[in-house]
């Protein structure tokens, strides 16, 4: 329902309106999805700015656990295991 509370569960990404969705983020429902969106989404609105739209399999009533091992998101880390290519 609109008004509700719900958690951004999917991939931290920047929208094309520059808005930051990361993931944990805590969004208010404001309507039902636009576009690609449409009977797959909800319309949320984070920290009081504009509505994105985001699929229903990316939010939920549940803060998202922590993430393994402690770290953090947007943390800086450096891979310090073997060389690997990647084509």
């Known amino acids: 329902s609109v008004g509700d509370r719900l958690y951004y569960n999917g991939t931290s990404r920047t929208v ?3 808005t930051r969705l ?4 805590l969004g208010v429902v404001a309507g039902p ?3 690609e969106y449409w009977g797959e ?3 949320l609105r984070f920290g009081g700015g ?4 985001c699929y229903l399999g990316t939010l939920s009533r549940e803060r998202p ?3 393994p091992g402690g770290f953090a998101l947007d943390e800086e880390l450096y ?3 073997t060389g ?4």
């Open 50 to 53: 504009e509505s994105v739209s």
């Open 79 to 81: 891979y310090n295991g």
């Open 41 to 43: 989404g909800l319309q």
């Open 65 to 67: 656990p922590p993430l």
């Open 33 to 35: 999805g636009e576009g």
């Open 16 to 18: 094309e309106s520059g």
């Open 22 to 25: 990361t993931h944990g983020a």
């Open 84 to 87: 690997h290519k990647f084509d």
